[in-house]
């Protein structure tokens, strides 16, 4: 049986500064009702939507992992995503009243202090959950990256680092329960860098409120006079700087031998977390970053899509289609589908609402919905059909070739909402053809016949 869903008693709250950015921000959580899911707002920005921390909002993860929507981001969320995962509570919205999270120490013990000083409550509804049936594997040989995912019957994470550098060289370490390792062993490790890359790392923009007190600093070369009058130019700091006999600048004590391996892990945890549900595998990682994480975790993705069609599962949510489907807002134009038969015909709805950017424009003052993203809108719920008709959906793209005796027999304006309905008519040769309805109120309003073809990404 699967666990229950779980959230925090009540709202609690943290301060600090970016890691990359350097600005102040406060962080607030706040219980979340069943099924919310785990969401960030940034409070700072006059009706920002509700972000769903999940691998569709993943725009960047080069050096962290930042989310968005509508050029609203919020920035290096793995650290407090991997407390929230390790905690394993399923339902919080996150305030930001900036950019970016604030970095604290550099690990996650700060965010699962303040979590669980709120108390937790056990809700009734029962988690999402993935169980992995096959092995899953990621390899990219230039970077000498390789993560396989295995079945298992609860979330486990073995990493092996490998640095050619003295100070970290070879480490590896293990989580096999989260409930009794992630607290202790994880959550306290904390973000540690090279002392060769500090330099370019400013100079890009990044690690603007970065210090010792938020990170570990390993030698990978010699700290000459010039480098060191450079690092104290650079980040303002007022003492001299030193290598300590384990390769560390200034002496930082470990907490951990590895300590750099267990904040790998925890990385991992705050990235894998983005899938949206408890994931029953073991993942064993050698030398993964965000990057590669994000990889794996879109695989894990399409398979769960499939996993759940395949348990004949009929209505999806927006944050569903966004995982299958290319498209994005302003262009995303069905906003739920309602019944799926697998191979057949999909029932999908788009809420229209004054607030669509072509509504500025036809007409202002008569708004009409255009006739062709009412078809439109007719292909993209027939793309979703498509794609969950055939294999490796998140590798293929579907591109409306024809359209054929398309009518538009009533306007549509704000505050309708469309009910389209579209049939799997014929697929030869990576060629579909379906058919589709719009209704309101249970009127037509357009119709069409669609060729699509079926192409690799």
Not at 101 to 107: F, R
Not at 188 to 217: C, M, Q, V
Not at 295 to 322: A, G, P, T
Not at 396 to 414: D, R, Y
Request: hydrophobic share 40%.
């Amino acid at each position: 049986m699967r666990k229950k869903q779980r959230t925090i008693r009540k709202s609690c709250s943290i301060e600090g500064i970016g890691l990359h950015t350097g600005v102040k921000s406060k962080l607030t959580f706040h219980p979340a009702v069943e099924n919310f899911g785990i969401k960030f707002k940034r409070s700072d920005i006059k009706d920002s939507p509700a972000i769903d921390a999940t691998i569709e909002n993943a725009i960047d993860f080069k050096r962290s992992t930042t989310i968005g929507v509508n050029n609203i981001e919020i920035h290096t969320v793995e650290h407090v995503m991997a407390a929230v995962y390790g905690l394993e509570i399923s339902n919080l919205l996150i305030e930001v009243n900036n950019i970016e999270v604030p970095v604290i120490d550099g690990s996650s013990k700060p965010f699962v202090d303040i979590l669980i000083e709120s108390g937790f409550l056990v809700q009734n509804k029962e988690r999402d959950e993935i169980e992995i049936k096959e092995v899953i594997k990621y390899s990219n040989p230039e970077s000498q990256i390789d993560i396989h995912v295995l079945p298992s019957e609860s979330f486990k994470v073995t990493f092996m680092a490998d640095y050619e550098q003295k100070s970290i060289g070879t480490q590896y370490a293990s989580i096999y329960s989260l409930k009794e390792q992630f607290k202790s062993e994880i959550a306290p490790a904390r973000t540690f860098g090279l002392l060769s890359e500090l330099k370019s790392l400013k100079k890009a923009g990044l690690i603007k409120g970065g210090s010792l007190d938020n990170a570990i600093i390993f030698s990978d070369e010699k700290l000459t006079n010039e480098k060191e009058q450079d690092i104290i130019a650079l980040f303002n700091y007022n003492k001299k700087l030193f290598i300590d006999n384990n390769g560390i600048l200034n002496g930082t004590q470990l907490r951990f031998p590895n300590e750099p391996v267990r904040h790998k892990i925890l990385d991992l945890i705050g990235d894998f977390s983005l899938i949206g549900a408890y994931i029953k595998g073991h993942i064993i990682a050698a030398r993964s970053g965000h990057a590669s994480n994000i990889e794996v975790l879109k695989r894990i993705r399409s398979m769960y899509m499939k996993k759940k069609i395949n348990k004949n599962v009929k209505k999806f949510d927006i944050n569903e289609i966004i995982g299958l489907m290319q498209h994005r807002y302003p262009f995303l134009l069905i906003d739920r589908i309602t019944d799926l038969k697998v191979g057949k015909e999909v029932t999908a709805i788009k809420n229209v609402t004054i607030n669509e950017p072509f509504f500025n424009g036809h007409f202002p003052d008569f708004p009409v919905m255009p006739g062709v993203l009412i078809v439109e809108a007719m292909a993209q719920a027939g793309g979703f059909l498509i794609l969950n008709s055939i294999d490796d959906p998140s590798k293929k793209s579907v591109f409306l070739s024809s359209i054929k005796n398309s009518k538009f027999i009533k306007t549509v304006h704000p505050g309708d909402q469309l009910i389209f309905n579209v049939k799997f008519i014929k697929f030869k040769l990576n060629t579909v053809k379906i058919v589709g309805e719009a209704s309101v109120d249970k009127v037509k309003v357009a119709e069409a016949e669609m060729l699509a073809t079926v192409v690799p990404r």
